[in-house]
């Protein structure tokens, strides 16, 4: 499976945006890219995927680079709910069974 | 709406004794799967199901057994436990269902702690 290169943290103010970046240089043309979370004692959840496109959902938008080899998560105005660990991750477009979570982005937000 | 299920949510278990540890999906969910989370650690897979039938295996130890029942849950079978398997096992589940769409997305459980002593 292709890897993930996240910051290990990062720091926002709240109501400011926020960016997230992931870089996956080894990415195939058949690897989708997802983004969960995990807040503070719970389980991850989904946030957004895309595999070419740019794509906008209620929670953030996912701008993937125009040779995929990294893509941005922006949260458009952060609140202190969003303080969690952002793993980005690659799932071939073939393989629905299992994700290979990395090391995944700290993300505090400072009132 | 409804959520995965995890039961129990916390365990406390002996050296070499052993533990199961269940999951519930989501109602029409069709896929299970297995993750353990050490502490400070990311989530590791361990194994899913699809159609009660395994269909991939990660980093599961040969003395962990899983399975998926008729009615789609699943159990995690773990025996002679030891101190390192203490962690954080998260089930997720997924449709896969033909006719219905593919749904990308893996939703999570609250997990079952469970601590080795």
């Known amino acids: 499976d292709a890897k993930t290169t996240q910051p290990n943290s990062m720091e926002s103010n709240e109501e400011e945006p926020v960016h997230l970046p992931c870089n996956h240089s080894t990415i195939s043309g058949t690897d989708y890219i997802h983004w969960y979370r995990q807040l503070p004692s719970q389980g991850p959840e989904y946030v957004i995927h895309?595999?070419?496109s740019n794509v906008n959902n209620r929670m953030a938008s996912l701008a993937i680079a125009e040779d995929r080899k990294s893509s941005t998560l922006i949260l458009h105005r952060a609140t202190l709910r969003d303080a969690a660990v952002y793993y980005c991750i690659l799932r071939a477009i073939y393989n629905f069974n299992k994700f290979y979570f990395g090391s995944g982005t700290k993300l505090n937000v400072k009132p | 709406a409804a959520g995965v299920i995890q039961s129990p949510r916390h365990l406390i278990k002996e050296k070499r004794e052993t533990a199961t540890l269940k999951c519930y999906p989501i109602?029409?969910?069709?896929?299970v799967y297995w993750y353990q989370q050490g502490p400070g650690q990311d989530p590791q897979f361990l194994i899913s199901?699809?159609?009660?039938?395994?269909?991939d295996k990660g980093s599961i130890p040969d003395r962990f057994s899983a399975q998926q029942f008729s009615d789609y849950h699943s159990e995690l079978n773990m025996s002679s436990l030891e101190l390192g398997d203490s962690a954080l096992y998260f089930c997720?589940?997924?449709?896969?269902?033909?006719?219905?769409?593919?749904?990308?997305?893996?939703?999570f459980g609250p997990g079952t702690r469970l601590t080795v002593t």
């Open positions: 109602p029409r969910h069709d896929t």
């Open positions: 199901f699809y159609e009660k039938m395994q269909s």
């Open positions: 997720a589940s997924s449709s896969l269902r033909a006719g219905e769409g593919i749904s990308y997305e893996q939703y």
């Open positions: 895309g595999l070419t």
